[in-house]
């Protein structure tokens, strides 16, 4: 996630990075040449977030949902946008396919990790697909538990 989203740092003045977890991805991104502001929206990561990190990292304690589409700290627009939010089966949501659009209409890039290798087993990025944005698996990590891919959602 890391290699790869870093190719897209000179493009953006800050980051957001969804879906925290256990801090074992985000960790990589809180020392990187944009500020990265952090979201979770589950209570028991939130607290492992601070036992981990401290107060010094921005996290927003917030659903991915309630996020404007603007250029504000907690805006999903013009910025890299860093998922490792489930996107899938019964996590995708039209809501879901709004929010990401918008934030690809509104100037950001997207990294998103996701646990179903093909492409077209996901259907959210089909539906973005049909709509002209562009998708790229850009690695497989066919060792990890399901295998998990990272993709590039980008806009032409």
Sequence with gaps: MFEISQRH???YARGIFIGTGS???????MDTPIPFSFVEKH??????????FGN???????DFFTLPVDDSE??????????????????YFEKLL??????LNSGSTIVQMSYMPFIKQ?????GL???GFVIERMSTVFFNIPPASVFVLRKL
């Design 122 to 126: 996901i259907r959210l990025f089909d």
């Design 43 to 52: 209570p028991a990561f939130v607290r492992q977030f601070y036992q981990h």
């Design 129 to 131: 697909q049909r709509e």
């Design 98 to 103: 709004e929010q990401f659009r918008d934030a």
């Design 74 to 91: 907690e805006g999903l627009g013009q910025c890299l946008i860093v998922s490792c939010m489930p996107v899938t089966g019964p996590f």
């Design 56 to 62: 010094e990292k921005p996290l927003l304690a917030k």
């Design 9 to 11: 740092f000179f493009r």
């Design 23 to 29: 801090g074992v991805v985000a960790q990589y991104f």
